[in-house]
């Protein structure tokens, strides 16, 4: 079973939205700290968005803030990262990943999923 599963990734066109997905299964502690990365080829994974479990608390990359919105819904162990105004610079793979602090840095995360692509086209 793969801890974190994310959809929602596709083909768009600069200044258009896209809401990406992550649903959450199996993991081995209890209200995770949940985030968004991202990664293009050559290039070091990059710290997203990111919110706790109380959902009170949110981090933004700089180049997102005021464009992204993270969301979750704890019910359904999901979190949603929405994107607007997109930009050809937001092209990556982007991933969703689980830990224990609300941390820029990925070494805080220990769950990762598979990683969704998202290309913008100008």
């Known amino acids: 079973q793969v801890p974190l599963v994310e959809s929602g990734g596709g083909l768009v066109q600069a200044g258009d939205s896209l809401r990406l997905s992550c649903a959450a299964s199996g993991l081995t502690f209890s209200r995770p700290v949940m985030a968004w990365f991202r990664q293009v080829p050559g290039k070091e994974r990059e710290f997203v968005s990111g919110?706790?479990?109380?959902?009170?608390?949110?981090l933004y990359a700089d180049s997102v803030k005021g464009r992204f919105t993270i969301s979750r819904d704890n019910a359904a162990n999901s979190v949603t990262l929405q994107m607007n105004s997109l930009k050809p610079e937001d092209t990556a793979v982007y991933y969703c990943?689980?830990?224990?602090?609300?941390?820029?840095?990925?070494?805080?995360?220990?769950?990762w999923g598979q990683g969704t692509q998202v290309t913008v086209s100008s």
């Open positions: 919110l706790n479990w109380s959902g009170d608390s949110t």
């Open positions: 990943a689980a830990g224990r602090l609300l941390l820029r840095n990925r070494g805080s995360y220990g769950y």
